[in-house]
């Protein structure tokens, strides 16, 4: 689990805006349920997803996301794991392959978190943020996630990570506006 706790250079649950954060989050009878919602709902409803409501700068570190309250699902997923991490909570950061445009044939990426409560073990959740059509819930342990991979090519991942995918990051660190992320949206 060490390496579901760790502050890194994305997830950097260390930096002290996201210590504020998260403690502030922190569910006032000391449940690590109560605390894995609150982060998970501050993540999903109070930061926007930026291809949602076409926001720049495109973020990318947990701290950077909290700062500009913006942030594409991956960026997201990176924030809610350092609020978790810093909360003691095991978090990792989970992908599904998903269908951008059926005519052209073109996937992406789409990118969620897994937490670890000991009275669950492992589960997803997706703090992508809810809009008409997408809905996600913290019901563990039962997942309520914002897609579920259906069509020819659809999946789910179903590796746990502790840092974000290379070809995450390289899309959130190269892309200088919202527009050129969903443009270069990552595959695998």
Request: glycine content about 8%; aromatic content about 10%.
């Amino acid at each position: 689990m060490k390496e579901f706790l760790e502050s890194s250079a994305i997830i950097d649950w260390e930096h002290p805006d996201i210590l504020d954060i998260a403690s502030e989050l922190t569910c006032l009878s000391g449940a690590r349920f109560g605390t894995a919602r609150n982060c998970f709902n501050f993540v999903r409803d109070e930061i926007r997803h930026s291809g949602d409501f076409e926001l720049n700068p495109v973020t990318c570190r947990a701290s950077d996301v909290l700062r500009e309250g913006t942030g594409f699902c991956f960026a997201k997923s990176h924030l809610l794991a350092a609020l978790l991490r810093a909360n003691g909570i095991p978090a990792g950061l989970c992908y599904q392959r998903l269908l951008l445009d059926a005519a052209q044939g073109k996937y992406g990426l789409h990118g969620l978190n897994a937490i670890y409560l000991e009275a669950y073990g492992w589960f997803r959740v997706d703090a992508r943020g809810n809009k008409r059509g997408v809905t996600a819930e913290f019901i563990p342990p039962q997942e309520s996630l914002a897609y579920t991979p259906s069509a020819e090519g659809e999946r789910d991942l179903l590796d746990i990570y502790s840092e974000p995918l290379p070809q995450v990051l390289a899309v959130l660190q190269e892309q200088q506006t919202y527009r050129g992320v969903i443009e270069h949206l990552p595959d695998v």
